[in-house]
């Protein structure tokens, strides 16, 4: 009975034990329930932990049972042998121990196996097929993603175990040995303890028994490393011996042939051991294990002379079939072998009357620059010194009936930029609660300045146009909104600063989890904030809105799902959404070409997240249903995804084609557009990304995948989309463009337009080069970086019009005070061999095509002749006005002459009234 009892006192304090340490988690989950529950995903979150508990508590059964009763068969074995009686109180000790040391070694490998193979464990249970097999194992490609992974971590888990068993047994007959027993064995004389000899029979029994039990972790050792090793033969497939990543040449005649004889060996070696233990043979357990050496040697030596004698000096000849597999699986593993090629003649006839009818591509020119408008944007648009705008996004909305390419960022709260005395808890929980507003501004319009030129701005936001108006301008989830908040207290919100005051607010949405007292203990203990519970600003009415940062909200969600680092905003139907990029990937797609070091060798976007800005509410759609990665999930969390169909068209008006992915199949598609295998062997049609020099720098930069607004050619209007140069490797002349589209139906479809490679197209650094060697241009270059201010040069735009190249850079003026800010001064065009810089886009354009005996003035979308009106000649005579009043002001002397000259040859064009 007592011994009953004993059991239960150490039972009771392992669980007391369990409980304490597991406090935290127990309020984590509590807390996080009241959350899922809130934003509608509670059932995603049980999924992940129950799916933890079913898991884990049926290893740590199975383990401890495991564990408690192979000690306990020591034990027995060990009484037995050395006539050692079993009802002494040590005997009740060890036992207690016993249970106590299995359980706890059993709960630290249940607790990490289910945390660390949970996910594992439900995609090999749920896997999809990819439908596309391997060309060596003839496999599915779901064998390599969704199974061998937990299979290979299942068995080093296995081995793990046994190693630590290993260690266990020989502990505890160390601890059986260090018992009295009824023969008084144990005091036997310590001088003497090396010598087991002079025991007689005694300490060979214990060896025995000892030797038993290892010999059985031994051979089911080897029987696991016999089954690594049949596995390890699939490892060939992301072999990096060759000159592709994948099975060469080597890998499958010899390192396979390896890893199936050592697999064979290991079996045998698991046999021997056992034999050896039967029969007492202690040296055929030596066997095994020198003959896995010996093949191991052989192997290595046997990989190195194939592959120097054989492979090396017939290298195109024996690797040409694995090679054209690399460039097959690379292909379909980055989406990149669908990619559409047109050629693009590179035309050097382009007119005025072709500028005139790519009327929507002129208009969306960006020249305005997304690192200077961030600037700007702060700096005018900041209001008060804790707004701030952290990015930029780049987007299109129809304004007015027309497509316009756009920037815009939204006004968020940074409370960091609170003055010192304001950093109070209240203000930071209850009081500051949001952002608000975006600014918006087209990226081809700028000021007479030199500024983005805003159609939405200040608090509250301004706009011309009735399609851009925004009812809900908070911003209460965002990119800043790092802090909880409590919204319904006693204290009402900051809304937006109103002249010499502030205007107030009160949160309207459905955001929050109602703050009984329960709840106000809870979150307090969980957030670490004993003033959310004595507060008196908070009642019963008040709500807790957790989670704020978008980023953070949605990995809470899928923590499983890849996303974009560049959240970006839109406004539809005058609310405000982020959406989010999700993608899926794997580093085991069979002989795919590895991206970034190896972490990556197949990725799809798979995911579009919104976010509403107000509420909360998070929603992910399918955006890539023929991945089968994304499938999976989808099967796993039945409830979290929704088919794209479902997205409101106005949001869906505005997805893109995310620049991660486009800058890595870009990459990708450098070298792997290549088809014949004797050219890609030698890399003689080597692409590579197109280089500009950027800002001040000399040393050139590769030109960022850009979105821009253009007519592809054979279709009838313009799109929005995602672009990047190529040059050949160490040239610089541009040889294709790659286009992802954006829009409707056509979105994600990609194309490469390969230019001819009789011309010599210049690329973006040759066109730099050209511009450094215009003497005016470079005069003027000189002349404006000195003196107290600096030429930043924007981001070199290529612009197809037709099948022409246009090449559009603006230039800033940035002076060199700390709170300058960057200006849109000149803008620099070249087409064919003529260059020209002017004050505005139009300038260029009529000055480059002057010949053509037309003018263009973009800002009012129509084309003048000569003989312009009465009224036109006013609206020109206005505007020039206005430039040269806008360079005066600046000190540019230069400009207002010019200005003004202009001025008078329009004033003079001017006919007297009759």
Do not use: C
Not at 207 to 217: E, Q, R
Not at 365 to 386: A, E, F, H, L, W
Not at 479 to 506: Q, S
Not at 704 to 711: A, C, M, P
């Amino acid at each position: 009975m007592k011994r009953l009892q004993r059991t239960g006192l150490f039972l009771g304090l392992f669980l007391l034990f369990v409980l304490i340490g597991s406090f935290s988690q127990i309020i984590n989950f509590i807390a996080n329930y009241n959350w899922f529950k809130e934003v509608g995903y509670v059932s995603t979150y049980t999924k992940i932990v129950f799916s933890r508990l079913y898991i884990g508590v049926p290893i740590f059964l199975v383990l401890n049972t495991f564990i408690y009763l192979y000690l306990m068969n020591i034990k027995r074995n060990y009484y037995k042998n050395m006539n050692i009686l079993g009802s002494s109180e040590d005997d009740k000790n060890i036992n207690t121990a016993t249970f106590i040391v299995s359980s706890i070694v059993s709960f630290i490998f249940s607790v990490g196996i289910s945390s660390s193979f949970w996910m594992e464990i439900l995609k090999f249970k749920n896997s999809t097929q990819f439908n596309v097999t391997d060309p060596i194992f003839n496999k599915d490609i779901s064998f390599y993603v969704f199974k061998l992974p937990l299979i290979s971590e299942i068995l080093s888990s296995l081995i793990g175990i046994l190693v630590l068993l290993f260690i266990i047994t020989l502990v505890y007959y160390l601890i059986l040995i260090s018992m009295k027993s009824q023969n008084k064995f144990y005091d036997f004389d310590k001088s003497k303890v090396w010598n087991l000899s002079e025991y007689g029979s005694i300490p060979k029994r214990i060896l025995t028994l000892a030797f038993n039990k290892i010999t059985i972790i031994g051979a089911v050792f080897f029987i696991i490393i016999a089954i690594q090793s049949y596995l390890s033969s699939f490892s060939i497939l992301y072999s990096t011996r060759g000159i592709i990543h994948g099975a060469g040449f080597t890998d499958v005649h010899v390192t396979l042939l390896g890893y199936r004889i050592k697999s064979i060996l290991s079996i045998v070696t698991s046999i021997l051991i056992i034999i050896a233990n039967i029969k007492q043979r202690y040296k055929l357990v030596l066997i095994g294990p020198i003959l896995l050496v010996a093949v191991t040697i052989l192997t290595s030596i046997g990989e190195s002379a194939v592959q120097n004698f054989i492979v090396s000096p017939n290298e195109i000849s024996r690797e040409s079939t694995y090679i054209q597999y690399n460039i097959d699986y690379t292909k379909k593993a980055y989406d990149i072998n669908n990619i559409r090629e047109e050629d693009f003649a590179a035309l050097s006839d382009l007119s005025l009357e072709d500028i005139i009818n790519n009327e929507e591509t002129v208009k969306n020119i960006p020249i305005n620059d997304y690192r200077p408008t961030i600037q700007t944007y702060n700096q005018i648009q900041g209001i008060r010194s804790y707004y701030r705008f952290n990015d930029v996004d780049i987007d299109r909305y129809m304004i007015d009936g027309k497509l316009t390419q756009v920037f815009l960022s939204p006004r968020e709260i940074d409370k960091s930029k609170l003055p010192q005395q304001a950093q109070t808890w209240i203000n930071k929980h209850l009081k500051y609660t949001h952002g608000y507003g975006i600014v918006m501004s087209p990226v081809n319009e700028v000021t007479p300045s030199g500024q983005p030129k805003t159609i939405i701005r200040n608090i509250p936001p301004i706009t011309e146009s009735d399609s851009l108006r925004i009812e809900r301008p908070e911003i209460y989830f965002g990119e800043l909104t790092n802090d909880y908040i409590v919204i319904n207290t006693k204290e009402d919100e900051f809304d937006y600063p109103k002249g010499e005051t502030n205007a107030f607010t009160r949160y309207e949405g459905s955001a929050g989890i109602k703050l009984t007292p329960f709840n106000r203990l809870l979150y307090s203990i969980d957030r670490g904030s004993f003033k959310l519970l004595v507060s008196g600003a908070v009642n019963s009415d008040s709500r807790i809105i957790l989670n704020r940062n978008i980023s953070d909200r949605i990995k809470m969600i899928a923590p499983f799902i890849t996303y974009d680092e560049d959240p970006y905003i839109v406004l539809v139907d005058g609310k405000l959404y982020w959406i989010i990029d999700g993608y899926t990937s794997t580093s085991r797609y069979p002989y795919s070409q590895p991206y970034e070091h190896g972490k990556i060798n197949y990725i799809r976007n798979s995911v579009k997240v919104v976010v509403d800005a107000y509420n909360g509410s998070v929603d992910y759609y399918i955006s890539d249903d023929k991945d089968p990665i994304i499938k999976t999930y989808s099967k796993i969390f039945k409830d979290l995804f929704k088919p794209i169909d479902n997205m409101p068209q106005g949001i869906r008006n505005h997805i893109r084609y995310p620049q991660s992915v486009f800058d890595i199949q870009s990459r990708m598609y450098g070298t792997y557009h290549m088809k014949d295998i004797g050219v890609f062997y030698n890399k003689e049609d080597q692409w590579e990304i197109a280089t500009e020099i950027y800002e001040g720098k000399n040393d050139p930069v590769e030109v960022e995948s850009n979105y821009i607004t253009f007519k592809l050619p054979g279709e009838s209007k313009a799109e929005f989309l995602l672009t990047v140069p190529y040059t050949p490797r160490a040239k610089q002349n541009m040889i294709a463009m790659l286009v992802a589209r954006n829009d409707n139906e056509k979105y994600g479809e990609l194309v490469v337009y390969r230019f001819p490679k009789e011309k010599n197209i210049l690329g973006p650094y040759q066109v730099e080069s050209r511009i450094n060697q215009d003497p005016e241009i470079s005069r003027n270059l000189t002349q404006w970086d000195s003196g107290g201010s600096k030429v930043i040069r924007g981001h070199m735009i290529t612009v197809p019009i037709e099948e022409s190249i246009l090449y559009v850079e603006p230039l800033y003026i940035k002076s060199d005070s700390k709170e300058s800010i960057p200006e849109v001064k000149k803008i620099i065009m070249i087409y064919n061999d003529k260059i020209v810089m002017e004050d505005t886009l139009e300038d260029a354009i009529n000055k480059l095509f002057k010949s053509e005996g037309k003018v263009v003035d973009e800002k009012r979308d129509i084309v003048y002749r000569e003989d312009l009106s009465s009224n036109d000649l006013l609206l020109k005579a206005n505007e020039l006005y206005d430039r040269a009043q806008e360079a005066i002001r600046n000190g540019n002397f230069t400009d207002y002459g010019k200005y003004i000259d202009e001025l008078g040859d329009v004033l003079r064009k001017l006919k007297p009234v009759e």
